[in-house]
């Protein structure tokens, strides 16, 4: 059983439609759903806040690049334009892989110019670290460690204040 750590997040258009969007192409492999969080971009200021989630999603076949296949089906749904000059700009739906877990429940390293797992920069997120903990509160970050750790390091403290919980906005697909 292939297990993914998938980030969602959306800055344009209906947002939270976009991650719901998501969910639902997702399907029967979406186990579990964090909470929805108001978060300010990440990387380009110069652009509307996001809503972020974390789910984690299995499927018994999948490979690494299944999952990635996927994350860029989904946002080609949700009408993504990739702009080359604005890496971190805005975007109706992001979709990353974060982490893999192979059937024997270990640690996916995967590295191609298109797909690097873990994700690089996840223990730098707190958009991916705070969701995720809802979901799996004694997860670790492959190579990084305890999620709950790599969320109390000081370079996060800004991001995490800045996090506004949704609840008002449930992650449902319908």
């Known amino acids: 059983m292939s ?5 969602i997040g959306s800055n344009l258009g209906d947002r939270i439609a976009n991650l719901r969007l998501a969910v639902k192409l997702l399907g029967d492999s979406v186990v579990l759903a964090s909470g929805v969080y ?3 971009p990440w990387g380009d200021p110069d652009q509307p806040s996001y809503l972020n989630a ?3 999603a299995t499927d018994p076949g999948a490979a690494p690049r299944d999952w990635l296949e996927r994350a860029h089906a989904c946002e080609a749904a949700a009408g993504r334009v990739r702009d080359p000059e604005r890496r971190f700009g805005p975007r109706t739906l992001d979709v990353d892989v974060i982490a893999v877990w192979d059937a024997d429940d270990q640690p996916v390293i995967h590295e191609e110019p298109e797909l690097v797992l873990p994700h690089p920069r996840a223990h730098e997120r707190a958009f991916v670290l705070r969701p995720w903990i809802d979901i799996q509160p004694y997860g ?4 990084h460690g305890w999620l ?10 800004d991001e995490i204040a800045a996090m506004q919980p949704r609840g008002d906005l449930p992650l449902e697909s319908t």
Not at 3 to 7: G, T, Y
Not at 148 to 157: I, K, M, Q, R
């Open 140 to 143: 670790q970050l492959p190579g």
């Open 148 to 157: 709950t750790d790599l969320l109390n390091a000081p370079a996060l403290a």
């Open 3 to 7: 297990r993914a750590v998938l980030s």
């Open 38 to 40: 108001e978060t300010p």
């Open 54 to 56: 974390v789910l984690l």
